[in-house]
């Protein structure tokens, strides 16, 4: 009730809300895709109108080149059929002279021989005949036909029509005449179709402008680099041989080739020209969609109105009926969907009265069905709070029970796991004890084998310190056999001194005693030298003996002490030997009792275990007891709180019904 009445609005409204958008979105889109294809047909069209407009002007210019070429053709024909002297040949070409006015200069003939033949009024002058443009092209073709345009010594733009002249003469005729480009430009520039489109035409061997609108540009080279950026896209085209139609610098271009030249036909419109037809159409479809929403607006509207209508009223039955009003009449009589809502809208009437009094008749025997309930319901609650109360107290008791014989259980197992455990942990030292023996008895065996061992390294030690001793004494006997040989050759050098002189004195006969007393000489001084090496080299080697027996006596001192040491060590190994065969037989004996008492541990533990499962299933029944106790004391509870509830739900739907007029 205290909540705000939301804003209604109209159907009316919000259909004209919803339809007059997408109407006016679809009418814009249909003009939108109008307006795309009439551009695009439009701008078909003017491509069309161009493209003919151009063959029909090249056809123009190539009936007007043929009509010409028949005429040179005829003229040419007729001198090869007559046997003709170059006086008849001047009176043949001043008959034709001023026959066609496309040719003003008449026709002219040249020979390889440099000379030239016209008409007696004619105007033409070439000095050089053989090296002329029109004279080179024609000696090529045997036909008349044209060449390519160039400027005459009049200073015009010409085209010649040329060929040889077949007369059975042994002297080379060409036969010319020059065509004037004033008709072609006419061609060119009155002939196109199309409003506002101009048309030029281009020489493709040299790129020469023959025709145009501007005189300032005939006769002048189409180039890429051009100032214009109609001609210079015309000539990047022209220079690609693309002659499709294309659009150069705001203008849509076309090409045509003349047949029978070389030669091509450029015509052209601005591009904003064909868009302004198109602008006209899109505005006249612009105003033709605004026409169009705003008619179809208001039919809209007025359908809308006229269709919606019967809506308010059922609208307003609805209103009363959710303010609780049903007295109600609705009116069904449209024969639309609008009166198959407000036949449903009052057979909802209907039923709802007929439902109404329904629920205000069983309200009130629910109301005494609850006051029932609510008495027996208080009754079972103050049974069950009794029972539950009791049955607290005796699962307190169990529970205290069942804590006690756990913590028997429990203090059993522990007792049993750590007996197991110290057994365990006995085996394990009984086994260690005994590898324990071995390896001692292994010590002392190998410590009897190193005292032996060291015994003999001793007696080793000694024999060597007597061998050393032997060495000693041979060196002192050698280094007294080396005095003495030192001795003898000093005396021999004596000799062979004296040797010398007595040989000297005895002149030529004691000469070759005296070369032996020489030789003697020199062996006592090279004896005398290596006994003295040698008496160093043995004195060097008595103090290496000297060290040597240092060494060994010091050797022998350190082998006697280890070999006490090891006396020692041995004499230990065998008391460690005896302490632990004692320990092994300590272990063996704690090792029974300590099963003794794993066998006790495991018997208490296994009656403990027993005796908690015992007592944990009281405590589980006494604990479902209470439980179950408790459940009936909430059940009771809820029972006589359902009761009130439902008695309260009776009154308020009561209330309720009453609100409503059936």
């Known amino acids: 009730m205290g909540e705000k009445k939301k804003k209604t609005k109209k159907i009316s409204t919000k259909l004209i809300t919803f339809i007059v958008p997408v109407v006016a979105a679809a009418v814009v889109i249909l003009v939108i895709v109008a307006s795309s294809v009439t551009k695009s047909r439009m701008t078909e069209m003017a491509q069309e109108t161009l493209e003919s407009s151009i063959s029909n002007q090249a056809d123009n210019i190539e009936a007007w080149l043929e009509q010409n070429l028949e005429f040179f053709n ?10 003709v002297t170059y006086s008849k040949l001047r009176i043949i070409l001043d008959t034709y002279y001023g026959y066609n006015a496309n040719s003003p200069d008449g026709i002219y003939i040249g020979t390889s021989d440099g000379k030239l033949y016209t008409a007696e009024a004619s105007g033409f002058y070439e000095p050089d005949v053989t090296g002329s443009k029109w004279y080179k ?24 029509a040329t060929g040889i002249i077949n007369d059975g003469q042994e002297e080379l005729k060409v036969m010319g005449a020059d065509v004037t480009l004033n008709k072609i430009s006419i061609i060119v520039n009155s002939g196109v179709k199309m409003q506002d489109a101009s048309a030029f035409l281009v020489d493709k061997t040299d790129n020469t402008i023959l025709a145009h609108r501007d005189n300032n540009v005939v006769s002048t080279t189409l180039s890429e680099s051009s100032a214009d950026a109609l001609l210079a896209g015309a000539a990047k085209a022209l220079n690609a041989n693309n002659l499709e139609t294309q659009t150069i610098a705001g203008n849509m271009v ?22 302004k037809s198109i602008l006209q159409m899109q505005n006249l479809l612009i105003i033709i969609g605004a026409v169009s929403v705003i008619l179809t607006i208001i039919i809209i509207l007025y359908v809308v109105r006229r269709v919606v209508a019967p809506l308010a009223h059922i609208s307003d039955n609805i209103s009363a009926m959710s303010d609780g009003d049903f007295t109600i009449t609705v009116d069904s009589s449209s024969n639309d969907e609008i009166g ?80 197991a455990d110290t057994r365990e942990n006995s085996d394990k030292a009984n086994d260690s004890m005994k590898e324990t023996v071995e390896i001692s008895q292994k010590g002392r065996d190998d410590m009897e084998k190193l005292s032996i061992a060291m015994t003999g390294i001793e007696a080793a030690n000694n ?19 080396v005095g003495m040989i030192g001795e003898i050759a000093e005396e021999t ?37 290596s006994a003295r090496n040698i008496a160093s080299l043995i004195d060097e080697v008595h103090k290496l003996i000297g060290d040597a027996v240092g060494q060994a006596n010091a050797s022998a001192a350190s082998i006697q002490e280890n070999s006490e040491l090891i006396n020692v060590a041995v004499g230990t190994f065998d008391q460690i030997y005896t302490n632990i065969q004692e320990s092994n037989r300590l272990i063996e004996a704690m090792i029974e009792d300590v ?41 009771s509870q809820d029972v006589a709180d ?21």
């Open 74 to 83: 005829t003229v040419k024909y007729f001198i090869e059929t007559q046997e």
């Open 137 to 160: 092209q024609g000696i090529t073709r045997v036909d008349m036909a044209y060449g390519t345009a160039y400027v005459n010594n009049k200073g015009e733009t010409v085209i010649s």
């Open 254 to 275: 076309t090409f045509k080739e003349v047949s029978g030249t070389d030669w091509v036909l450029v015509s052209y419109i601005p591009t904003n020209v064909i868009m």
């Open 340 to 419: 198959v809502m407000g036949s449903k809208v009052t057979d909802f009437v209907s039923s709802m009265r007929k439902m109404l009094s329904s629920i205000s008749e069983e309200s009130e025997k629910l109301k005494e069905e609850s006051d029932n309930s609510d008495r027996v319901s208080k009754s079972m609650f103050d049974a069950s709070q009794s029972q539950a109360e009791a049955m607290k107290q005796l699962n307190e008791t169990v529970d205290q029970l069942a804590t006690a014989v756990n913590d028997i259980a429990s203090n059993a197992t522990t007792l049993a796991t750590v007996v």
């Open 463 to 481: 024999e060597l310190v007597n061998s050393i001793n032997k060495v000693g004494a041979a060196s002192e006997e050698i280094t007294n056999i």
């Open 493 to 529: 050098n004596l000799l062979s001194l004296n040797a010398s002189i007595e040989a000297a004195r005895a002149g030529e006969a004691g000469k070759g005693f005296a070369v032996v007393a020489t030789q003697i000489g020199k062996l006592a001084q090279t004896s005398a030298e």
């Open 595 to 635: 099963q003794k008492v794993d066998d006790v541990a495991t018997n208490v533990a296994a009656i403990s275990e027993e005796q908690a499962a015992s007592a944990d299933e009281i405590l589980a029944t006494s604990e479902n007891m209470v439980e179950m106790a408790e459940n009936i004391t909430r059940n």
């Open 642 to 662: 359902n009761s009130h509830e439902l008695a309260g739900t009776s009154e308020t739907l009561t209330a309720y019904v009453q609100k409503f007029k059936i």
